[in-house]
């Protein structure tokens, strides 16, 4: 093993997988370190551990219990020559392709023996291809069929207009009909007709489905006109001179 890559930094949040893994590791000549988040790691802190550790090969988790987008870190370090190799529990097969499209070199679950993750690193260290063409094709194939799906349903949010996506705000902020009625001057049953157009339009059949469906392609609201003047007030108040 006279590979020329050979510094490896752990990046995982138990100590002891860390530690461990990098013992194996030591055991086959790389010169290893570890970056061990804890719940007061900032993701900016943990990046600039991981980057000065000069690593050439990075074993990464992707669910490190820090605030922060692990698919970032990811491409910052394979865009900068860096083998990374995420080494993880999920069984998420989409998450798995998308590492490998932002850049990873191959995907290993942790229940894998030490030896298979230690093996991977080692094809690294010596140029060799660090998981099959066709498994990985494989992941990135899901990911991209998910990506797609995501986008499509993305595409139905922007066929409401914007009293349909206020209204969708409010039904995401848990309010009722009644509710959203009285708040914005208008009828319960022209509520019920933007919640029926909006349920068309995203083509599900119930409030709590379009709900999930916003929660689940992260699409937000928008935000408030500051340009409509409020309801003026009428009655004999307004005639009140002092």
């Not at 370190?33 to 988790?61: H, K, M």
């Not at 009722?176 to 708040?183: D, F, L, P, R």
């Amino acid at each position: 093993m006279t590979g020329r890559t050979s510094r490896v930094t752990v990046v995982d949040d138990h100590s002891l997988f860390a530690e461990t893994m990098a013992i194996a590791l030591r055991g086959q000549a790389f010169q290893v370190q570890c970056a061990v988040p804890d719940s007061t790691t900032t993701f900016a802190a943990l990046a600039r551990t991981v980057v000065q550790s000069s690593p050439s090969i990075v074993l990464l988790d992707l669910d490190l219990g820090v605030v922060g987008d692990v698919m970032r870190l990811v491409a910052a370090l394979a865009g900068n020559g860096v083998s990374v190799v995420v080494v993880t529990g999920s069984t998420d097969r989409v998450r798995h392709g998308e590492a490998l499209a932002n850049g990873a070199r191959a995907v290993v679950p942790k229940t894998a023996p030490f030896a298979e993750i230690v093996g991977t690193a080692d094809r690294l260290r010596n140029g060799l291809p660090a998981m099959s063409r066709a498994d990985r094709e494989a992941l990135l194939r899901t990911y991209r069929a998910d990506a797609d799906s995501q986008n499509e349903l993305r595409q139905r949010f922007h066929l409401m207009t914007r009293r349909e996506a206020e209204v969708l705000a409010r039904l995401m902020a848990g309010e009722q009909v009644t509710e959203i009625a009285k708040a914005r001057f208008v009828s319960e049953s022209t509520v019920r007709t933007q919640v029926k157009s909006i349920l068309a339009k995203l083509q599900v059949s119930s409030q709590l489905t379009a709900v999930g469906l916003a929660h689940r392609v992260g699409w937000q609201p928008p935000q408030p006109d500051t340009r409509e003047a409020p309801p003026r007030p009428t009655g004999r108040g307004l005639l009140a001179t002092g």
